[in-house]
């Protein structure tokens, strides 16, 4: 089992989600839990970064996420019509 270290920046995001995105994101992370290797790897980044994919007021989202055992860093949420441009931006807070 790995454990979870969200940052405040995604615990910022997370609150501003509807309740079924919540619900849906949840037991997403439920799964990460399990195995944080199950989904798409974002390349193109100095980290080993992944992505889950989930709806959000009729909006495509991403939560970005780190394993670096034993833990899963929740970096960001972010909004699929923008790509991944405002990661780096989000990766630069953080660090």
Known sequence: MYLLQP???FLKQYKELE???NSILEKRINLLKINPYRNK???GFNQV???VRFKDH?????LVYS???PFIK???ILDRKNDYKDLKKYLDKID
């Open 7 to 9: 940052t405040k920046l």
């Open 19 to 21: 309740s079924q995105a």
């Open 41 to 43: 790897r974002i390349n």
């Open 49 to 51: 970064l992944f992505r």
């Open 58 to 62: 009729g909006k495509e989202k991403r």
């Open 67 to 69: 394993v670096d055992r």
């Open 74 to 76: 929740l970096i960001c």
